[in-house]
């Protein structure tokens, strides 16, 4: 093996390490109470160092914990916050399950969930208990639980043969080695007996009968030792763990990576978890392939499925897996092996039977292959009946021969072909018997079932060269007419003619296989590349999804339907033709795309789903889910295919994400364009107003000045022109500050200020209207600074004042008041004018709206709206109200936020 | 007036602006050259010696800032801007480019003559140089003893207060930005705590107005800056 080249460090390696402990540190930690039988006391440990943890004021809560009654264990939970049970009805009957969901709503600290191996009634989110633990950890929360060894995956079948009680609720190893920490809970056999008997042990039901059986002490011995030895495993998993990561070396070690091979026969589950028991102890990487030879692949649809349910198996006990189309076991499994780098190959020994004596087991086969690979054979106690049991199934149920009814009218088609082919060469040479010799004629039955071969395979050309024996005989050996033979010469034509077509038909049997295989990959080869161009060129999302849906269920031959998130993160059915075919449980759907996980048919969580949801994961998130529902079920559990669904996930994902931010780059320049284009307008309106009304405010005011004076007439006129310009501006300028707030593109320029500042300066600013009213300021002293934009919040106090001076009675007074009311600060502008009609305290801030209809009071009401919006821009409010005693009353509210340090004197001068 | 008549150039491309503008000054005493580009307005202020120019910012035949700019390499001559703009960034600009006071247009003969008066009036203080008593209002400053008085009642300021009151005297009449009293009084590293200014600005107020909620001295130009006002408007 090349050893050399996997010495260097591998950065991948390195950095998938860093990633791992980095989703590690955020996962919570998982402690398993693993005992070797029931009745050990495992519940009751962990509610021991549970209870301890409460005291120390750790945040526990019970997610599920079973009593069964027993006094000792109900008295620890104590008072132990318990999470209610979920009810679920499934047959009529009603089970307390645990509450996942409201689990990760309470979100504790750590959470005890009792029966890691417990399977949950149908209906739940998953099907097993370990995977509601595993979204807990995910979620960060830390959880107890407990565990038996006759539940561990891969000593399901060794405690099976010890203790003929076959147990269906499994926990994979991988759980089980990935908890960060494991507490053995021991107890001796013969104290576990003395416990049963005193009816401390509780047992369901339905165990009740084998329990005599199970709990013999033989048995609970070697439960015992298998738990010890299992943890014992672990623990110099933890060690040589821990030494690895001190000695980077080990980082990218593969040198001791397996390999298995799933045969056909029953014993082939036996193998993957003999592979797998044997990488967890070698702690390597391991991997398990399917070689589908042509043979493999004309067995039934059920035994085929139960192939690639045994190849399901590895992938959950952690191996890696792959399906490889190969006539030739041996070879294909060797090139993989050198392929991946692996070293070891695990294989299922073969059956004892043996046609003939030059015939070779593939595991001798492939030790001659590559003499440098270590080669496990893996003993079968029952394998060679089970064989033998499997073979009887081989043959075709009357469901199968329905299911393939058409294939099966097709093949009796060829043998009909085959047969007339004879008929016909035997009626074609009939004549040129006359003239040639016989070995000529064998040439051309020769010929015919090649021809055959090629045409029809192998069983036709197996036919026609026993009926081209049979005719040849028949018609043209003397004794003509007659299956007699005069002369033995003729045997051995006769030998040569059938092993010419049998071998011709093996021939092109395996080549139509290979050339099938390979128009499958240049199938899916040429589906992606078509799939990828056409996603290319596709610029809006509904291009997306109209040819990622037709790509789909044409590749997969499945219903499929795209999911998008819309602004509020919630899927909707994007796919109008997809909603049609395939109903959606949005639910599911959801989780999968919140997880970033593929969840229903064919996955860990909700497999009862008929339909297959794949997160669409792109580089920044998750950007949707696809739906697929296959018509041929089986076609997405085949590695190959689910891999091809990802990448078309993949695919798209990216396509979704590029169109998303092709949107965002045109929204950003549209905006920018806009704001642009507006900002030219205002400043151009601003521009071409003002200045004319500059030229009559200062023309206006040049009159009154002119030598000689003007008659008071005049003089009134042009003061007249002059008041009425200066409206004009107010008013020009009231509308760009509304046309500019309106469009939200105000950028507040916040600045912390004293607010008697800005009441100072639009005080000034209003000295020439208020000069008939006499204004009073009621601000103390030592109010805090505001943040605010002072130039917006003096127009809100000068449309006010101006607005209070306008409606009221010269003489009036106006009293400009501020305030610190809880976590905001008050200000108010009263008069004890006229006030506010009654009724219309809200409708005076709506825009082109005034108190009175059609008065003579100037102005178009656009001040309090501005008043308005710009407070509401500062995150206030503003009010009208009637002032008690007469008059109107306009209060606005600033959040008080947290104000820099008083400006102490930072350096201090000697001056 | 004076016995020699001032100049001033008046750069404005509204002629009617110009006209009444020119009109205004010439009232007051003032020769006024006027033009409409930038370019002339450069040679005109190189070139008759003008006590006062008059800017329009939003000149059509280029950037009023940089005219400014080039101005201010080789003369101190007062500058008052004219500007239609929205922004206060662009007035904050200008006169951080060296102007000494801005007007919104539209503005009142009255408004330009107040202006107009107060720079030519520290155009002359800053030749005659500054005498070591200042007064505004009641209140009374002796630079050189470093003593503040209202009416007769000594005032005590804070070092802060006094360089701050020192500052707006040096430029009494003209508005000075933030940054520049920042600079000035609190030295370059704190050209960002803008609120220092308006937290002092209202010691001082407290201590020097009469009602100072009501200043009529320690002008606020809202967004902008500060004017020390000597002689109330009303």
Redesign the interface.
């Known amino acids: 093996m090349p050893i050399s080249s996997d010495q260097r460090p591998n950065p991948d390696l390195l950095l998938g390490k860093l990633q791992r402990q980095e989703a590690r540190a955020k996962r919570g930690k998982l402690r398993i109470y693993f005992g070797s039988s029931a009745g050990v006391g495992k519940t009751y440990a962990m509610l021991v160092a549970a209870r301890a943890l409460r005291a120390e004021g750790r945040d526990v809560v019970i997610g599920i914990v079973e009593t069964h009654g027993r006094y000792e264990t109900a008295a620890l939970v104590g008072r132990l916050e318990i999470l209610p049970h979920k009810q679920m009805s499934y047959r009529g009957k009603d089970f307390g399950e645990f509450d996942l969901d409201a689990a990760l709503l309470r979100h504790p600290s750590l959470i005890l969930v009792d029966e890691l191996a417990h399977s949950n009634v149908q209906g739940a989110r998953h099907p097993k208990r370990w995977q509601d633990v595993d979204e807990l950890l995910a979620a960060g929360v830390d959880v107890f639980t407990t565990l038996n060894v006759q539940h561990l995956e891969s000593l399901n079948d060794v405690v099976g043969g010890i203790t003929n009680v076959r147990v269906w609720e499994t926990v994979p190893d991988t759980a089980f080695d990935d908890a960060d920490e494991v507490v053995l809970v021991d107890i001796p056999a013969e104290e576990l007996l003395e416990r049963l008997k005193a009816g401390k042990v509780y047992l369901p039901q339905h165990a009740e009968r084998a329990a005599d059986n199970f709990f013999r002490k033989g048995n609970l011995m070697a439960l015992r030792e298998l738990a010890l030895r299992r943890t014992a495993d672990r623990i110099e998993g933890d060690v040589q763990a821990y030494r690895a990561d001190k000695a980077i070396g080990s980082v990218w070690k593969t040198a001791n990576a397996l390999l298995t091979c799933v045969g056909p026969d029953a014993g082939a589950e036996r193998v993957v978890r003999a592979a797998a028991r044997l990488a967890s102890q070698l702690n390597a990487e391991w991997h398990a392939v399917y070689v589908e030879t042509p043979r493999l692949q004309r067995l039934p649809a059920a035994r085929r499925e139960k192939i690639l349910g045994t190849l399901n198996l590895a992938g959950e006990l952690g191996a890696t897996t792959a399906v490889i189309a190969d006539a030739d076991v041996a070879t294909s499994v060797i090139a993989y092996a050198r392929n991946h780098n692996l070293s070891k190959l695990v294989i299922g020994r073969d059956p004892a039977r043996r046609l003939w004596p030059w015939q070779r087991s593939s595991g001798q086969k492939m030790a001659w292959l590559a003499p440098d690979i270590d080669l496990i054979e893996i003993g079968r106690t029952d394998g060679v009946m089970q064989n033998r049991e499997a073979r009887n199934s081989d043959r075709p149920s009357s469901a199968t021969v329905a299911e393939s009814g058409d294939r099966y009218k097709a093949k009796r088609l060829r043998y009909l072909w085959a047969a007339l082919a004879c008929a016909a060469v035997t009626l074609l040479s009939m004549p040129l018997a006359l003239h040639f010799d016989r070995s000529n004629i064998v040439a051309i039955f020769i010929l015919a079932v090649v021809l055959v071969a090629i045409r029809f395979g192998r069983g036709p050309a197996a036919l026609a060269a026993v009926l081209s024996v049979g005719s040849f005989d028949f018609f043209f050996v003397p004794p003509q007419f007659s299956f007699a033979v005069s002369d033995v010469q003729y045997l051995l034509t006769f030998c040569i003619m059938l092993a010419v077509g049998l071998i011709t038909g093996q021939l092109t049997a395996g080549l139509r296989f290979q050339a099938r295989v390979a128009g499958h990959r240049e199938e899916r080869a040429g589906s992606l590349y078509t799939f990828a161009r056409d996603l290319s060129a596709a610029v809006q999302f509904d291009q997306v999804v109209s040819i990622s849906d037709e790509s789909v269920e044409r590749t997969f031959r499945a219903a499929a339907a795209l999911l998008l998130p819309n602004a509020a993160g919630e899927l909707t059915v994007a796919s109008p033709r997809g909603a049609a075919a395939l109903t959606v449980d949005l639910g599911i759907a959801q989780w999968a795309f919140d997880k970033e996980q593929a969840a229903g048919f064919g996955t860990d969580s909700l497999p009862g789903s008929e339909v297959l949801y794949v997160p669409l994961r792109a580089p920044s998130r998750a950007r949707g889910v696809l739906a697929v529902k296959a018509r041929n079920r089986r076609l997405l559990r085949i590695p190959e295919q689910r891999q091809l669904l990802d990448t078309f996930a993949a695919l798209i994902a990216i396509a979704l994400e590029r169109v998303h931010y092709v949107e965002v780059a045109q929204d950003a320049v549209v905006r920018m364009e806009s704001e642009r284009l507006r900002n030219s307008l205002?400043?151009a309106l601003?521009?071409d107003l003002?200045?004319?009304?500059?030229?009559?405010?200062?023309?206006a005011?040049?009159l009154t000045?002119t030598?000689p004076e003007l008659s008071p007439v005049q003089l009134e006129s042009a003061q007249a022109i002059?008041d009425e310009?200066?409206r004009m501006?107010t008013l020009v300028s009231n509308l760009?500050d509304m046309a500019?707030i309106e469009s939200g593109e105000v950028n507040l320029?916040l600045?912390?200020?004293?607010l008697?500042?800005?009441?100072?300066?639009s005080?000034?600013a209003t000295?020439e209207m208020m000069k008939g009213h006499r204004?009073k300021?009621q601000?103390p002293?030592d109010l805090p600074?505001a943040r605010i934009?002072?130039?917006l919040i003096?127009r809100v106090l000068v449309n006010l004042l101006e607005n209070a001076a306008k409606y009221t009675p010269a003489g009036s007074s106006i009293t400009l008041a501020a305030e610190v009311i809880d976590d905001h600060m008050s200000v108010s502008v009263s008069d004890n004018g006229p006030g506010l009609p009654a009724g219309r305290e809200e409708a005076v801030f709506q825009k082109f709206t005034r108190g009175e209809r059609e008065s003579a009071t100037p102005g178009v009401g656009l001040g309090l709206s501005i008043c308005r919006a710009i407070v509401e821009s500062h995150h206030g409010s503003i009010v009208a109200t009637q002032r008690p005693g007469g008059g109107a009353r306009f209060t606005f509210t600033l959040p008080l936020g947290d104000p820099?340090a008083?400006?102490e004197?930072?350096e201090?001068?000697?001056? | 007036m004076a016995e020699q008549q001032p100049v001033a150039v008046l750069v404005e491309d509204e002629r009617q602006i110009r006209r009444f503008v020119r009109t205004a000054l010439e009232a007051e005493g003032w020769t006024v050259h006027e033009t409409d580009t930038l370019r002339q307005g450069l040679i005109d202020a190189a070139t008759r010696k003008p006590d006062l120019i008059i800017l329009d910012l939003g000149m059509p035949d280029g950037d009023g800032m940089e005219f400014l700019h080039d101005l201010r390499g080789w003369s101190s001559v007062p500058v008052i801007v004219l500007s239609a703009r929205v922004g206060e960034q662009d007035k904050i600009g200008a006169l951080d480019a060296g102007a000494d006071d801005y007007l919104t247009k539209p503005f009142g003969v009255g408004e330009l003559l107040a202006r107009v008066r107060a720079a030519s009036r520290r155009r002359r203080d800053m030749g005659a140089g500054m005498g070591s008593i200042f007064e505004f209002g009641d209140v009374r400053v002796d630079l050189s003893l470093r003593t503040v008085h209202k009416g007769d009642v000594p005032i005590h300021l804070t070092p802060i207060e006094y360089r701050l009151l020192s500052l707006l005297i040096a430029n009494s009449g003209k508005v000075l930005i933030h940054r520049q009293i920042l600079r000035e009084v609190w030295g370059p590293s704190h050209t960002d705590d803008g609120h220092y200014v308006r937290v002092y600005m209202g010691h001082l107020r407290q201590k020097l107005e009469r009602d100072p909620a009501q200043p009529k001295h320690i002008l606020t130009e809202t967004a902008v800056g500060y004017r020390l006002v000597q002689t109330a408007r009303d």
């Open positions: 205002l400043a601003s521009h003002r200045t004319p009304l500059t030229v009559l405010v200062g023309l005011e040049s000045l030598k002059q310009a200066r501006s760009l500019r320029n600045q912390w200020q004293p008697e500042e800005v009441v100072g300066s005080l000034g000295r204004v300021v601000v002293g600074l934009d002072a130039l003096e820099p008083p400006a004197e930072p201090i001068d000697s001056g």
